[in-house]
């Protein structure tokens, strides 16, 4: 026996006596302190990259373009005929996509795939906006931001406001 742990005598138990460290016992952790600092641990919206969004946009463009190029091809026209009808398709859908980017916004996320990372990304920022608008949050509006304030309020560090103070009055009044 060693330290007070074990069998004071190993006679009798059926046991050679050797004393092990009990490895499934979990020991609590230290929860006050975090690697990480607490603004990291906020949501934060992922930010479409603008020259993939445009990339993609250009390639759907040459796509249709290669398209009506393959059947122009197929019916056996003129080269000349095939180049100026392909110039003129891809300046038309370049000005009705940029027409289109401005006023419409895209068809939301419907309409794309999971590995269309930044345009689910554009997609869900203006589901968001268009959310954040309909129920009148402000833009600056600060996630638990109410907590604070009122942590704040009882240490005495902000002063409530004016106009806060005559809205708990006038609901007093109304009871």
Same mark, same amino acid.
């Given at each position: ?85 392909? &110039?003129? #398709? @891809? %300046?038309? $859908?370049?000005? /009705?996509? !940029?027409? *289109? =980017? ?5 068809? +939301? ?19 968001? &906006?268009? #959310? @954040? %608008?309909? $129920?009148?949050? /402000?833009? !600056?509006? *600060? =996630? ?5 304030? +009122? ?22 009044? @109304?009871?």
């Amino acid at each position: 026996m060693s330290s007070n742990v074990g069998l004071t005598t190993p006679r009798g138990s059926g046991t050679s006596g050797y004393v092990q460290r009990n490895l499934s016992n979990l020991r609590p952790r230290d929860t006050s302190f975090s690697p990480y600092p607490t603004d990291s641990l906020k949501h934060r919206q992922r930010q479409p990259n603008a020259e993939i969004l445009e990339h993609d946009r250009l390639r759907q463009i040459e796509v249709q373009v290669l398209e009506l190029r393959d059947k122009l091809e197929d019916e056996v026209i003129d080269e000349d005929e095939i180049e100026a009808q392909t &110039e003129a #398709l @891809r %300046r038309k $859908l370049l000005s /009705r996509a !940029d027409g *289109e =980017e401005v006023k419409a916004g895209g068809n +939301g996320k419907k309409g794309l795939k999971v590995h269309q990372v930044h345009e689910l990304a554009k997609a869900k920022i203006e589901e968001s &906006e268009r #959310l @954040r %608008r309909a $129920l009148g949050i /402000r833009e !600056d509006y *600060e =996630e638990g931001g109410h907590w604070k304030r +009122g942590e704040e309020r009882l240490r005495g560090g902000v002063p409530e406001a004016k106009n806060e103070d005559a809205s708990r009055n006038a609901k007093k009044e @109304r009871w």
